[in-house]
């Protein structure tokens, strides 16, 4: 796997070598025993997740957000977590309706709520929108695709926004940084990457190019988006983007938590994770759906999710 | 001067209810919806007209119900051809409507002689139901799978489709070649009107051929034998081609009976071409002819199954042009251990016992929601059977005989209550041969044990009307419907909106296709044989092959963790490893294939949208 570091304009390309993370040298836990995240483990470990580790049919969960991964009932909708850092196990009411994960805040619109496992909810403004992709939140703003656009909300406030002249096509995710909202649309059946900055009022396209771009995610300065055949990491402080060239065809979402961005594409001998600080999980089968948590890494296998970290 | 006031009233009338069908304070929420069922309506009316002009010319001094069914089967062969020459367009069917027509109102169609009022009222009670199925948006599986896809897609790609990618357009297509016309003009409910319209013509035929055989007094329960069961109304109002094949199934027995071989070929062949499952019945028909003529007619019966099977070849000659087998998709598929069904997954068993008890389980005990005969009919019929086995047989021995036949083919056959419907109507015939002979009594308690079965027959399919109806002519509560009752609806609806003008879409696994806006290929439902054919036939080359044949997007269910698209518990009658073969692999091959050669684009429960790379 090579990786590139670019500038935005593309020209400056930095090699850097990566290092490779097989099975042997990982130590399997099966044990069904507390996982203690703060004092990192020298070595990482790896091991299936208790009770919730069954991939779901929705093939978003199980999911690592803010410290808890997320499992599902048998409908695919959330209604469980595993506390990664303590171990401890939760179930709560699964949504009925739209529903998202960000932050370890699950985010139910139906019930006009979003909590964190075992703590009290917080109110979210009800809305008549029809919401076609998963809810995303960071701090206290709510975004969400809706028929009608692309919708912000304030956590515990009283009203929503609807950003004009966005068309965001269903089932992608938005996202939301220091920055703006990012989201994807659909133009002439090819998918590009379109933005709102929180210092403007007006939408604008963000990323577009020959190939289709998606699957966006983002936090503090950091946005990343995808095509067919390269990962998009970009600074919006300092401007610089970086590509990380590889088969990614196959990711449904894009994992960045902390800088760290992880992705599934085509390895050796079937699909591994890698990461862009060099990092390659590679086992037996395809490793699929990574989601990240300082370091600490949710990721199916088959039809089970293991837990893997700390990542080095 | 009164005529010509008539004649003013009667323009004056027909302007007004234009008017009002399509005024903003019509009976439609929507006054577009209202325009579309009058374009229907019309359209129905022309290609009526056209049909009993096709069929004077070929069944001159026929019944007008004999004409009109002679029609449409005429034009079901003759639109083939035209088509396969000339492509499809709506221009092409106007012409060839137009000039049936032409024939028509040239040769003024004689009025057709209709029951009395009682029958009438029974009649007109049960078709009105009907005809809120036929005005209602499309979201039977059949019809938005096959019989309203076909037409949808032959009009979209402007000539016929036929072949491994499109299964289902390379049987015999009358009925769905009407109904192509019918659809570039008058939209589906255009087609579903016409059915409606030859499910009506049925009933009356069949009231008027057991009066007239069997006995007076004898309609009324050969109507209600069939007009009480489920499998029967159910399919009045949808564009389904079983009904049609019952109508043509009958006159031709009607003609057999009257030893009139050339209408009796004709009907035959047009039954068959519309379904195989005819072939029992058109079987029986045939031995009921030479019954009636008391002598073997060898050459008459070469001469008279020539010009029945006249309306087939064509189309297993267009099979066999194309390198494939002449009764594609039923049989060459190059797969041995692809079976086009299983029969032992419907009914209640296929023991000597349970082929005896048939009649009983399939009165009793039929489930339309489930492989236990998939249907429903009315469990007063089984009432009948003893008087028609003692008193009727001996003096309709020929009609015995051709019911018999209809029964035993039907019964080496999937258990499936649909498949029984092109022998229903002689079924009832022979079922009622012994009613006139019961005392009074005996005929009352029939007659009420016949309504005593309604309520369990109509219940299922009213209940099923009671959610297409609020979408009759409101597109808000026509959108919901759709996306409430049609499994993978917001898939195509990505595609729709989201898709490249020029996108070729694979169905895998899914059905849905008359909603597609796109060309499509595959597409299938319950065994999902095309799917699974496909994928085992091209294994690791199976998405190769579609990107070949120009597809960029594919539809597929059942691609995410724990979903499946075959039970288990639906195939008890196969070993584990058998199930896994023809069911599990392909649905493995396919998500390793999507894994590497595709890219989801949409997801949305258990139906995905995919881009081909």
């Known amino acids: 796997m090579e990786s590139r570091q670019a500038e935005a304009n593309g020209k400056q390309i930095v090699r850097s070598g990566g290092f490779l993370l097989t099975l042997p040298a990982l130590l399997l836990c099966v044990g069904a025993g507390e996982l203690r995240a703060e004092t990192p483990p020298a070595e990482p470990i790896l091991r299936p997740l208790p009770s919730i580790g069954k991939v779901c049919s929705s093939s978003y969960l199980p999911r690592l957000s803010g410290g808890w991964v997320f499992g599902c009932d048998s409908s695919g909708h959330p209604d469980r977590a595993f506390h990664a850092p303590s171990g401890e196990q939760l179930q709560f009411s699964a949504p009925r309706g739209p529903w998202g994960i960000s932050d370890g805040l699950l985010l139910d619109l139906q019930r006009k709520k979003a909590f964190t496992p075992g703590a009290d909810h917080v109110r979210l403004t009800p809305i008549a929108s029809s919401v076609h992709a998963p809810l995303v939140s960071s701090g206290e703003t709510v975004v969400f695709s809706s028929t009608q656009g692309i919708e912000t909300m304030q956590i515990n406030g009283q009203s929503r926004t609807l950003l004009q002249n966005s068309r965001p096509a269903p089932w992608y995710r938005p996202a939301l940084n220091d920055h703006g909202v990012f989201w994807v649309e659909i133009h002439q059946g090819k998918e590009e990457i379109h933005w709102k900055p929180h210092s403007e009022d007006v939408p604008r396209p963000f990323a577009q190019g020959d190939q289709a771009l998606r699957h966006v995610t983002a936090e503090g300065n950091l946005v990343a988006w995808m095509s067919d055949t390269a990962v998009f990491l970009r600074n919006l402080s300092t401007g610089t983007t970086q590509e990380y060239s590889a088969d990614v065809h196959s990711n449904e979402a894009l994992a960045l938590s902390e800088g760290l961005l992880c992705y599934e594409a085509r390895g050796e001998y079937d699909l591994d994770i890698f990461c862009n600080n060099g990092f390659h999980l590679q086992r037996p089968g395809h490793q699929r759906r990574p989601s990240l948590w300082r370091g600490w890494l949710v990721f199916h296998e088959g039809e089970q999710a293991l837990l893997y970290g700390p990542i080095k | ?613």
Request: charged share 15%; aromatic share 10%; proline share 7%.
């Open chain 2, 1 to 613: 001067m009164k005529q010509h006031a008539t004649r003013a009233a009667a323009g004056l009338t027909l302007l007004g209810a234009v008017l009002l069908m399509s005024s903003n304070h019509g009976p439609f929420s929507d006054p577009q919806a209202g325009l579309s069922a009058l374009i229907a309506f019309g359209t129905v009316g022309f290609w009526s007209l056209a049909c009993v002009g096709l069929g004077s010319t070929l069944l001159s001094s026929s019944r007008p119900i004999h004409q009109l069914a002679a029609g449409a089967g005429g034009y079901g062969l003759l639109l083939g051809v035209l088509c396969t020459l000339f492509g499809v367009s709506e221009l092409l069917f106007l012409l060839a409507g137009g000039a049936g027509v032409w024939v028509g109102v040239r040769n003024r169609p004689r009025s057709i002689a209709l029951p009395p009022t009682p029958i009438l009222v029974i009649l007109a009670v049960v078709l009105s139901i009907g005809l809120l199925d036929a005005l209602a948006p499309p979201v039977d599986t059949d019809e938005i799978y096959q019989h309203l896809a076909l037409p949808h897609q032959f009009l979209l790609e402007g000539h016929l489709l036929g072949g491994e990618l499109h299964p289902d357009a390379s049987r015999p297509l009358p009925m769905h070649l009407l109904y192509t016309a019918l659809l570039g003009i008058g939209g589906a409910s255009a087609a579903k009107l016409f059915h409606l319209l030859l499910s009506g013509l049925l009933l009356i035929a069949l009231w008027e051929m057991a009066e007239r055989r069997v006995g007076a007094g004898t309609g009324l329960p050969s109507i209600l034998l069939l007009i009480g069961s489920y499998s029967f109304v159910r399919e009045m109002g949808l564009a389904y081609n079983n009904l049609p094949v019952a109508l043509w199934c009958l006159l031709a027995l009607d003609s057999a009976l009257d030893d009139r071989p050339k209408p009796m070929a004709l009907f035959s062949g047009m039954a068959l071409a519309a379904k195989y499952t005819a072939a029992p019945v058109l079987v029986g028909i045939y031995l009921a002819w030479l019954v009636r003529k008391r002598k073997l007619d060898a050459v008459g019966i070469v001469c008279w199954t020539g010009l029945a099977l006249l309306w087939v070849l064509p189309w297993w000659a267009r099979n066999a042009l194309e390198g494939l087998h002449p009764l594609f998709p039923y049989a060459g598929w190059g797969l041995d251990n692809t079976p086009f069904m299983h029969v032992e997954k419907y009914g209640m068993g296929r023991e000597p016992l349970d082929l005896l008890l048939l009649p009983w389980n399939i009165s009793l005990h039929a489930e339309p929601d489930s492989f236990v005969f998939l249907g429903r009919v009315n469990p007063a019929g089984l009432l009948f059977l003893p008087a028609a086995a003692i008193l009727g047989v001996r003096d309709h021995r020929a009609l015995a005989l051709t019911a018999g036949t209809a029964w035993v083919g039907w019964s080496l056959g999937p258990h499936w209550i649909r498949y029984l419907l092109p022998a229903a109507p002689i079924l009832a015939l022979l079922l009622v041969t012994g009613f006139p002979k019961l005392p009074r009594i005996a005929r009352g308690a029939l007659l009420f044990s016949l309504v005593l079965g309604l309520p369990q027959n109509w219940a299922p399919w009213l209940s099923d009307l009671s959610q297409r109806a609020s979408a009759i002519g409101n597109p808000s509560a026509a959108d919901e419907l759709l996306k409430s009752e049609i499994r993978g609806f917001e898939a195509i609806d990505w595609v729709n909106q989201n898709s490249p003008e020029d996108a070729r879409v694979a169905l895998l696994f899914s059905w849905p296709k008359f909603y597609v806006d796109r060309p499509t290929v595959l597409g299938s439902v319950e065994d999902h044989v095309p799917t699974r054919a496909h994928l085992g036939l091209h294994n690791d080359s199976a998405l190769k092959v579609l990107k070949d044949a120009e597809v960029t997007h594919l539809v597929v269910a059942g691609a995410c963790s724990g979903c499946k698209n075959f039970l288990r518990k639906s195939y008890p009658f196969l070993s584990e490893t058998d199930f896994d073969t023809l069911y599990r692999t392909p649905e493995r091959t396919l998500l390793a294939l999507l894994t590497q050669e595709a890219t989801k684009v949409f997801e949305s429960a258990k139906y995905s949208v995919w881009r081909l790379l």
